[in-house]
């Protein structure tokens, strides 16, 4: 039977030919079935994607769909531009300018140590400088699609440490357009040092001119793709998006990054919503089969060599990540369940790695590059999941001196970033000095002390014999105590069972100083 004009023979299944249209259909159907059993295992839809095309590709033995990956490769690049368009559409400039200099700070840090900790790792695997330059981004970027999911699936949206996560992963897609537009130079190929800057500066001035566009031009965006037809819409909108991102590959700045910024422009008109909504669903077709696209270049073969240095990346991730939380903890005065939380929910990789790596194989770069990366982020994106649901068994093991309080008897808790009854929060002011009230009238002993802060009532803690402040809070109503130790800052909920950020509870309206 003849095929189909312009659709050829690409594989085969069974002893039966594979054409293009079948083999894409093939993919997608297993990439989707595969992602669905992981999700009711809790577990992100992109290493399940990646896993299809490992599967089917040609470097496992078995199935095959399609012999040569190069054969879909346009519909992956559509994957890459579009996802990463709907990340410049998507991303709240104005939340990053009201979050203020100590959420950059903490940000930075992250980064930081991430991005440096990989390309340190990337120069010591001597693979060679520019590899490194690509382990260090993949390594350094956590991926905002697992760190999404992972907020919403364990319920912690309104946790004391979730603005500053979302904060960090919102300058994270910052820096990747940054980074991008850096590397992309140097992927290249530059004969001299001079051809090298020549080729940043080029990078820098059309990344700067999109900018520029996106601050001043925006009304004029929206007057030419304007439409109140959505398929109209939609035809202009993916053409303008094909259009500059191909400028930009013509330019040595990489279609990626012409994607990410053409969106930030249209992020800033009064189309976004309606572009949001007609792209969505193409960005999530596509972007499944450009990580369907990543796993037909894997041989399963080469992941053995690569085994021991991926697993390094991921040991190095895990302490990095880690050392980030405490450091973001202490800036925002949370405790060790918090900064266990920051450093697990950030370490899931994903999206951004995979950009990387793919932008690094089509520059002809070491070929273990993508066996590693991919390898790195499939690991992760089981353990992630994992690590952050038990993050309460790590706070165990952070001591208090790397934090900006004691929280010997809370570190485990969680941190609310409010709470219903702060109503209730009337002073800071100890009613009666020398101790717990009711242990001094009985001529009991007491361990802590606890401030009720309705009433100014002291009472001893739980640990001590007559726990009298869990008393007075349940037999008065009075659901607030702050705790009265040296250097301990913090307050707890008794009816919501949660633990307070202490300039939470004072920013209530308590007017009268401790």
């Known amino acids: 039977m003849p095929s189909l004009p312009g659709v050829d023979v690409v594989g085969s299944l069974l002893g039966f030919p594979v054409n293009e249209l079948m083999a894409v259909g093939l993919l997608l159907l297993a990439a989707g079935l595969l992602a669905r059993g992981g999700r009711r295992l809790g577990l992100p839809t992109i290493p399940f994607f990646m896993a299809a095309g490992i599967l089917l590709g040609p470097g496992t033995p078995g199935l095959t769909v ?36 100590r959420l950059l700070v903490a940000a930075v840090a992250y980064i930081g140590l991430n991005v440096s900790g990989g390309i340190g790792l990337g120069l010591l695997l001597g693979w060679g400088t520019a590899e490194a330059l690509v382990i260090g981004g993949a390594l350094g970027i956590s991926s905002s699609a697992i760190v999404t999911k992972l907020l919403i699936e364990l319920r912690r949206l309104a946790n004391a440490e979730t603005p500053l996560i979302l904060g960090i992963i919102v300058v994270e897609d910052l820096f990747l357009a940054l980074y991008l537009s850096l590397l992309a130079p140097v992927l290249g190929d530059a ?92 960005r999530d077709a596509f972007a499944a089969l450009f990580f369907v696209a990543f796993g037909l270049s894997i041989d399963v073969g080469a992941l053995g060599a690569v085994l021991v240095p991926a697993l390094l990346a991921v040991g190095l991730t895990f302490v990095l990540n880690v050392t980030a939380g405490v450091v973001a903890a202490r800036m925002y005065g949370l405790n060790q369940r918090a900064a266990a939380n920051i450093g697990l929910t950030l370490l899931g990789r994903g999206e951004f790695s995979l950009i990387l790596a793919t932008l690094a194989l089509g520059a002809g770069l070491d070929e273990r590059v993508g066996p590693f990366v991919a390898l790195y982020v499939l690991v992760l994106a089981v353990l992630s999941p994992l690590a952050a649901a038990n993050a309460r068994y790590l706070a165990r093991y952070l001591p208090d001196a790397l934090f900006s309080g004691s929280f010997q008897y809370v570190r485990e808790e969680t941190t609310s970033a409010g709470c219903s009854h702060l109503d209730m929060v009337l002073t800071d002011t100890p009613s009666a000095d020398g101790g717990c009230e009711e242990c001094l009238v009985e001529g009991t002993t007491w361990v802590h002390l606890r401030l009720c802060v309705t009433c100014g009532h002291v009472g001893c803690c739980d640990d001590s014999e007559r726990q009298h402040a869990t008393a007075h809070a349940l037999g008065e109503q009075h659901p607030i105590v702050a705790s009265l130790e040296p250097g301990e800052r913090w307050r707890w909920c008794y009816l919501d069972e949660h633990l307070l950020p202490d300039d939470v509870a004072r920013g209530s309206g308590t007017t009268e100083g401790v």
Do not use: H
């Open 66 to 101: 399609i012999d040569d990956p190069d054969r879909i490769e346009l519909l992956a690049a559509f994957g890459l531009v579009l996802l990463l368009f709907n990340l410049g559409v998507e991303f709240p400039l104005e939340q990053v300018r009201a979050s203020g200099p």
């Open 191 to 282: 004969g001299s040092p001079l051809e090298l800057v020549t080729d940043i500066g080029v990078s820098f001035a059309f990344l700067l001119l999109l900018i520029v566009v996106a601050r001043f031009g925006g009304r004029a965006v929206a007057a030419v793709l304007g439409s109140r037809e959505q398929e109209l819409l939609t035809v202009l909108v993916l053409g303008l998006v094909l259009l500059v991102a191909g400028t930009s590959e013509e330019l040595g700045v990489s279609d990626a990054i012409g994607a990410l910024m053409i969106g930030l422009v249209l992020s800033r008109t009064t189309l976004r919503e309606r572009v949001e909504q007609v792209t969505v669903p193409l």
